[in-house]
C-alpha cells in the first residue's frame, strides 16, 4: 500500500522545546510539504521540497525548520522561536510540482504544554 | 490578499438532495483546479480535478463546473449521503515557474439523514 505516513498522531511540547513531527511516503514522489491548519483557516504552507537536500520557505516558515536527506523522508522541527504553535500539520506530497495533486499523510496535532 | 475564496463557511443539505459547494478565484492565471475532502482529524483527501481547457468534470457522485468568465467553479454532490458530511477545500494552481496549491479556507458540509 502506497501512503504517507505521519507520526506521531499528538504531540505535546513544553515552553522551550524544539520538537520534530515525522512524515515518510512511498510512493515514489519528489516534491513533498508541510501546511499547518488552525481553526476556521485554510491549509497554510511553511515548508517545501522538490528535491533531496534541497528545499523552500512557504507563507509562515517562521520558526520551523526541514531537511530532506532522503526521498521518502520530509521531517519538520517546530522550534521554540514559534510562538503559537498549537495546530494541525498536515505532510503531502505530489509527483515533481508543487502545482499538481498533493496528497496529504493523516496529520499530527501538535499540544503546548 | 486571497486568491482563492469559499465564502460561504457551510452548508446543511438533505440526504439525497444535491449539494452545491461554491468557489470563486481572483487569479485568471489560475489553470487547474482542486477540491479536497477533509474528515475531522485526518487529512484532506483528492477528491476531483479539472483544467481550464474543460467546464465540466464528472465522477460518480461528484462533479466540478468551471467558469472561467466568472472566475467560479463548483462542486456538485449527487445525490448527498450522510457520509459527505466533512470539509471541503477548493484548490488552484498555474502552469508556470513557482506556482504553487493555493487553498481556500473550505466548507464545511453537513448532510442531514
Known amino acids: 500500500d502506497g501512503g504517507i505516513t505521519q507520526s506521531p498522531k499528538y504531540l505535546f511540547r513544553k515552553e522551550g522545546q524544539n520538537v520534530t513531527l515525522s512524515c515518510e511516503q512511498n510512493l515514489n514522489h519528489d516534491a513533498m510539504y508541510w501546511y499547518r491548519q488552525d481553526p476556521g483557516q485554510g491549509l497554510r504552507l511553511i515548508y517545501y521540497s522538490q528535491i533531496v537536500n534541497d528545499f523552500q520557505k512557504g507563507d509562515i516558515a517562521e520558526g520551523y525548520s526541514v531537511s530532506r536527506e532522503k526521498k521518502e523522508s520530509f521531517p519538520l522541527t517546530v522550534t521554540s522561536a514559534q510562538k503559537n504553535p498549537t495546530a494541525f500539520y498536515l505532510c503531502?506530497?505530489?509527483?515533481?510540482?508543487?502545482?499538481?495533486?498533493?496528497?496529504f499523510g493523516p496529520g499530527t496535532r501538535l499540544l503546548v504544554l | 490578499d486571497q486568491q482563492v475564496k469559499q465564502n460561504s463557511p457551510s452548508l446543511s443539505v438533505q440526504e439525497g438532495r444535491i449539494s452545491i459547494l461554491n468557489c470563486d478565484y481572483t487569479?485568471?492565471?489560475?489553470?487547474?483546479f482542486l477540491w479536497y475532502k477533509k474528515y475531522p482529524a485526518e487529512g484532506p483527501t483528492f477528491l476531483i480535478s479539472i483544467s481550464s481547457i474543460k467546464d465540466k468534470n464528472e465522477d460518480g457522485r461528484f462533479t466540478v463546473f468551471l467558469n472561467k468568465s466568472a472566475k467560479h467553479l463548483s462542486l456538485h454532490i449527487v445525490p448527498s449521503q450522510p457520509g459527505d458530511s466533512a470539509v471541503y477545500f477548493c484548490?488552484?494552481?498555474?502552469?508556470?515557474?513557482?506556482?504553487?496549491?493555493?487553498f481556500g479556507k473550505g466548507i464545511t458540509l453537513s448532510v442531514r439523514p
Open positions: 503531502a506530497s505530489s509527483k515533481t510540482s508543487p502545482k499538481e495533486t498533493q496528497y
Open positions: 484548490a488552484a494552481s498555474f502552469t508556470g515557474a513557482n506556482s504553487k496549491l493555493t
Open positions: 487569479n485568471s492565471m489560475f489553470d487547474y
